[in-house]
């Protein structure tokens, strides 16, 4: 079964912010709002070991996709391939799915009135293109494909790198992103790019 | 996904509200307008694809818009086009939104109130180029026309400076020299007969070191470079980064040199003493093709790595690494010569002199992995009756700058200001805000005051637009056909920009208002033709493409003129007065300059203030780009970097809001502060181009510090006339209550 992921290499990203743009601009993403994003940590001191991660950041098409089960209307699930996308026609906006993701990859939009996300560009790619961030990307350090196919071009970037998705003991529920290297991986996690999912009221934004 | 109908992906009329999409209205906000927030965009289909190269900066990238109707869907990077290769950067993608941008200049205008004051009426073009005529004609009658200049940046300018030219004045300046990369291009010329070409002839497909000074690629967008940057170091090739500041791309290289301020001149001698020392120079080419080795040789006896840690306040040993990395990599190595470098004044020359010799004693000139030789296409010039005989220009008169190869925005500021060596009474300013791109924003002003007519040709309202008696609204990029694009480079191309989408506004491209104002001024057979396509058909006449299959294909590519490398025996007849690579410089000594490369010390701030230093944001060009709807959202405002020992002992904490002031009563602000270990603790950062005070600029205005307006104190360098910015030092305080947003 084919399943769209995503490699990003973390030491070739130049934090130029294009993927960002490229998304926006192709998703209409409202005022403050875009489906990805790129946040930089600094790390370590002056004259010794100081250094900068990127992180670039999507959402990572889990495999469990916890973030689909307390949405009220069903606007929200998993396509058979696991791209997990909202139906903009059936989403009333409640924001109940916002704290169901560990990354943080869901926002409400502030103008469309309904929860956005990365779906990995599916209508473009099923037109044979690239998702807006990986064709645009100036460092090349995004690699898209199917993850489950051992000879797929995006699975031997994997391996080459030995990427490996965002998760912890306490924190895993089956991301299709991966990155590389660990060291920088580390910093992304040490940095809190994952959150404890919650439940959240049901509330309208 | 459900189908939407296919309503309006852009909202595409100017002051039109976001149309709604399918069973919601989204126009709550007032920034709604400058977003199409379809909820299914995917469900609009592209009804054609419109080649032509972007101008969010000016490397110039090939573009692809997705179009339907007059809208523009999106924007990609040409894969045809060598400086996109298939990629735009993150301007280049929200280009689209710089046409919706309601505050975008939309009729001609006429000053009503005070200059500067920034109130005007709505004219007709015939009013404007009438009103404009009437001016430039008075000025010529009373003072020559030399007292007219025209200080632009962008691809209509040279239109323009036609029109001028034909007029009878030699007096047109960008600030991309005097206030960019005019002392690199001087150092070069002066050492291998040639500037450098834009991009710059980087062989970064094939190097194996690259070093870089102050450079910061990856923050400093340059579309095809950071490509070619990144694909280097994937390969294998080492990396070297001098540089105050731990800027994106020294955190990935292999030696970061985090040098003193205006130290790197002692690097580079120290490298080329180590060369010298150790003889490992290229003696192929230093034997065939330089001039004043021998006394080079004993020029740098003194400079050896200690004493260059010492004036750097790096350690030798960390010279001593990369310079082990570039003799590893020889003579594969690519002394990355800067864009912006006007950074100290003379002293500048003195570096690119030096990374030019070091470039030349490891062989790296025309020579794979250094720099190569490009070769530019030709084009037919448009015809037209022969110039007029122009006096001298200000620099000339003034006896000013003798190795400026143009002439300087400095000059004519100075001129304008002083009426020395004569008088400047009327500007044509074309796409720059000169208020943000020269230093001491007094002068600029000063000579503005000055004039008895100031034109402004612009797509923003800039700051500098509020001091116009004319204000002429251009197209933007995206509406317009524009002059030929020239690209030199291992395969020289042609490439064009052609209207996208037509303007909702009473917006004329340049070349339009360069033809209609020269018929105003008296020199309209200077433009012969009615569309500018009997013109770009015209240039385009026997290069071996037509312009109808240009506008299909948007580039074409020609051969290389010359071999990209000086192949060993080639006898090449330098275009220096020796006919050689001069290394010793005797045209500089007869003017009474050093002809060898020195280092001269800047002098550190007093204390508690601190060196100011300036860079860029991936996501903006200048001060161009603050007042785009999606980059402005993206990032809106600057932040002043400072080194956490500093900040302490100020007692200011990170991200509270402050002021940064200088010496001269200026202040700007109120800023974030960002407190971090990637500045150096006698410096302060911020990126240039914000701060912008033009109320006309809705988004921007207001939206944190401008470096601008803080550096009075710059350093003319008397030998290219460029000016020094990074000579100011400043001060921070909390911004008090009043001062806060």
């Known amino acids: 079964m084919r399943r769209p992921g995503m490699m990003i290499e973390l030491d070739r990203c130049v934090g130029c912010l294009a993927c960002v743009s490229a998304c926006k601009e192709r998703w209409d993403s409202g005022p403050g709002a875009a489906r990805d994003w790129v946040r930089s940590y600094e790390h370590g001191k002056r004259g010794e070991d100081l250094g900068v991660t990127f992180y670039p950041g999507l959402c990572m098409q889990c495999s469990e996709d916890p973030c689909t089960a307390e949405c009220p209307t069903g606007a929200t699930y998993a396509r058979p391939d696991g791209i997990v996308v909202v139906d903009p026609q059936v989403c009333i906006g409640c924001g109940n799915c916002v704290p169901m993701c560990p990354y943080g990859a869901r926002h409400p939009d502030p103008e469309k009135k309904i929860v956005e996300k990365c779906n990995l560009c599916a209508p473009y790619v099923a037109r044979g293109e690239q998702p807006a961030c990986v064709q645009t990307c100036l460092a090349e350090c995004r690699h898209f494909g199917d993850v489950a196919d051992p000879d797929s071009e995006v699975s031997r970037w994997i391996r080459e790198r030995a990427a490996k998705p965002l998760k912890t003991a306490e924190i895993d529920v089956g991301p299709n992103v991966y990155y590389a290297p660990a060291a920088d991986r580390e910093v992304l996690i040490a940095n809190g790019a994952l959150k404890p999912t919650r439940s959240a009221e049901l509330t309208r934004i | ?741």
């Open chain 2, 1 to 741: 996904m459900p189908d939407t109908p296919n309503l309006s992906r852009r909202g595409w009329l100017g002051g039109v509200a976001a149309t709604a999409a399918a069973g919601a209205t989204l126009t709550s906000s007032s920034e709604a307008q400058a977003f199409s927030l379809l909820r299914s965009p995917e469900a609009v289909v592209a009804d054609r694809v419109v080649p032509s190269y972007c101008e969010l900066c000016f490397w110039n990238c090939g573009l692809l818009a997705e179009v339907k109707g007059n809208r523009i869907l999106s924007l990609r990077g040409h894969p045809d086009y060598p400086n996109a290769q298939g990629r735009l950067c993150g301007r280049g993608n929200a280009g689209a939104a710089s046409v919706i941008d309601r505050d975008r200049l939309k009729y001609p205008m006429v000053r009503v109130g005070a200059r500067g004051e920034g109130r005007f009426e709505r004219v007709g073009w015939k009013t404007a180029y009438r009103t404009i005529a009437q001016g430039f004609q008075r000025i010529k009658a009373e003072h020559g026309a030399q007292a007219l200049a025209l200080l632009y940046h962008g691809r209509g300018g040279p239109l323009i400076r036609r029109m001028l030219v034909a007029f009878g004045s030699p007096n047109y300046a960008a600030p991309s020299y005097a206030q960019c990369k005019g002392s690199r291009d001087v150092a070069y010329k002066l050492t291998f007969g040639e500037k450098l070409t834009s991009p710059e002839p980087l062989d970064l497909d094939e190097t194996r070191c690259m070093v870089l000074f102050g450079s910061h690629l990856g923050e400093n967008a340059h579309n095809s470079q950071v490509q070619e940057l990144v694909r280097a170091r994937r390969r294998g090739a080492s990396l070297v980064v001098l540089d105050p500041r731990m800027s994106t791309v020294a955190s990935r290289a292999d030696v970061w040199l985090p040098v003193r301020p205006g130290s790197d001149t002692a690097v580079l001698l120290a490298w080329i003493h180590l060369l010298l020392r150790e003889k490992a120079w290229n003696a192929a080419f230093v034997d065939k093709h330089t001039v004043g080795f021998e006394k080079l040789e004993r020029h740098v006896q003194p400079f050896t790595p200690e004493w260059a840690a010492a004036q750097a306040g790096v350690p030798a040993a960390d010279i001593l690494r990369a310079f082990d990395l570039m003799r590893k990599a020889m003579p594969a190595v690519l002394i990355h010569p800067g864009r912006h470098v006007t950074w100290y004044g003379e002293p500048d020359i003195q570096r690119g002199r030096a990374q030019a010799i070091l470039t030349a004693l490891l062989g790296a000139f025309w020579a794979p992995g250094g720099i190569f030789r490009p070769s530019s296409p030709t084009v037919k010039e448009f015809p037209g009756p022969d110039f007029p005989d122009l006096p001298k220009s200000v620099d000339e008169a003034a006896g000013k700058y003798p190795f400026a190869p143009e002439v300087t925005t400095t000059g004519i500021r100075e001129a304008t200001r002083t009426g020395k060596p004569y008088p400047v009474k009327g500007w044509f300013v074309h796409g720059t805000n000169l208020i943000q791109s020269m230093p001491n924003v007094g002068e600029t002003i000063e000579a503005i005051r000055n004039l008895d007519m100031l034109v402004v040709c612009d797509v923003m309202p800039t700051e500098i637009v509020q001091w116009a008696d004319v204000v002429l609204p251009e197209d933007t990029y995206l509406e317009r056909y524009d002059d030929l694009q020239l690209g030199a480079g291992k395969k020289p191309y042609i490439g064009i920009r052609q209207p996208v989408v037509t303007s909702p506004h009473d917006t004329r491209p340049a070349w339009r208002i360069a033809k209609e104002l020269s018929q105003e001024l008296g020199v309209g057979d200077q433009f012969a033709f009615e569309t500018f396509e009997e013109y770009l058909s015209a240039r385009l006449e026997g290069s071996g493409v037509t312009l109808a299959e240009l506008k299909k294909k948007g580039v074409h590519q020609l051969e290389p003129t010359q071999p990209a490398y000086l192949r060993p025996d080639e006898d090449f007849h330098w275009h220096t007065p020796t006919g050689k690579v001069e290394l010793f410089s005797q045209q500089l000594a007869d003017k009474g300059f050093s002809p060898l490369p020195t280092h001269t010390p800047i002098p550190e701030p007093p204390a508690g203030a601190f060196r100011l230093l300036y860079g860029r944001s991936p996501l903006h060009s200048f001060g161009r780009t603050q007042n785009n709807p999606i980059l402005h959202d993206l990032d809106s405002t600057n932040v002043v970097w400072m080194h956490p020992a500093a900040a302490s002992k100020l007692g200011l904490e990170h991200g509270v809001s402050v002021m940064v002031t200088n010496d001269k009563g200026d202040a700007t602000g109120p800023v974030s502060l960002l407190v971090t270990e990637r500045i150096a603790p006698e410096c302060v950062y911020m990126v240039h181009g914000f701060g912008h005070r033009s109320k006309g600029l809705s988004r921007a205005n207001g939206q944190g510090a401008s470096d601008s307006d803080l550096v009075r104190d710059y350093a003319l360098d008397p030998i290219g006339g460029t000016t020094g910015m990074r000579t100011q030092t400043v001060r921070v305080r909390a911004a008090q209550r009043q001062e806060r947003r």
